[in-house]
């Protein structure tokens, strides 16, 4: 049986997180088979889908005196305020696992896992199967519900977002925790200002209680190695990755010129 590594790191900056997925995912794509990361952020930080402008989807100046981060992602989609919540991502070569089947079914399969890790959370999650919605640059991730996202109650829980690109998937996204997420309503621009209460929930909510997002990681990684049919294995991040990733998270993450398009950056960002 092939393994699944789990990789479960500390909270770190925007820009190292973001790093460490596109190393993960050279790795992935190098014959290192699927991963699964779980992590947090700190402090808390705004990422922006690919294709948005960041001066028009969120109000930079307040996020910067909240003393948010403001990243980048290499996935599209909309933005998202990270702050109590557990992140997860995906990793995986092509032909391999979800990466063997067109995006829509790659999709479906990552959500059942998420959905599986969810319910053996105690949480009565709901995979949509509605039709994505149109895109859209501005606005929140949590303000709609794609198809294959998780929904608790009727509201988002869960928002993610996939890439293919050079021989590999990567898909990651946010499990909310707590309530903070509400809180970007505050920085979008006045067009897509919205009641992201009514749309979205959090664990803290579906549960009634506190939230181990220890615990959670822990149920996400058997729900994904159960459903994909791998057996897991724990291993952290070496010294080597981790070296690559301060490297890259300086160099792009963390650069003006990345998160607000100041000059033509590279084409092989995830390499």
Partial sequence: MTSLRLVHTSAMSAAMNMAVDDVLLDAARAGGGPILRTYGWHPPAVSLGYAQCAEEAVDVEGCRSRGFDLVRRTT?????????????????????????????????????????????????????????PAPVRLGACFASTARWELTCGGRKLVGSAQRRTRGALLQHGSV????????????????????????????????????????????????????????????????????????????????????????????????
């Fill in 176 to 271: 909310l925790a707590g309530p903070e997420h509400l809180m970007l309503a505050d920085l979008l621009p006045t067009p897509a200002k919205i009641d992201l209460e009514a749309a979205s929930t959090h664990l803290a909510e579906c549960t009634g209680g506190s939230v181990d997002t220890e615990a959670l990681a822990s149920c996400l990684a058997q729900a994904f190695a159960d459903g994909l049919d791998l057996q897991a294995q724990q291993t952290p991040l070496t010294d080597a990755e981790l070296r690559l990733a301060a490297q890259r998270a300086t160099e792009i993450y963390a650069n003006d010129s990345y998160t607000f398009r100041i000059r033509s950056r590279r084409t092989d960002v995830v390499s």
């Fill in 76 to 132: 599209g989609g909309r933005a998202v305020l990270h702050w109590n919540e557990l992140t997860y991502s995906f990793h995986c070569a092509d032909g391999e696992g979800p990466a063997a089947h067109p995006l829509q079914e790659s999709s479906r399969i990552l959500g059942e896992c998420l959905a599986d890790g969810l319910r053996r959370f105690g949480v009565d999650a709901r995979l949509e199967r509605g039709s994505a």
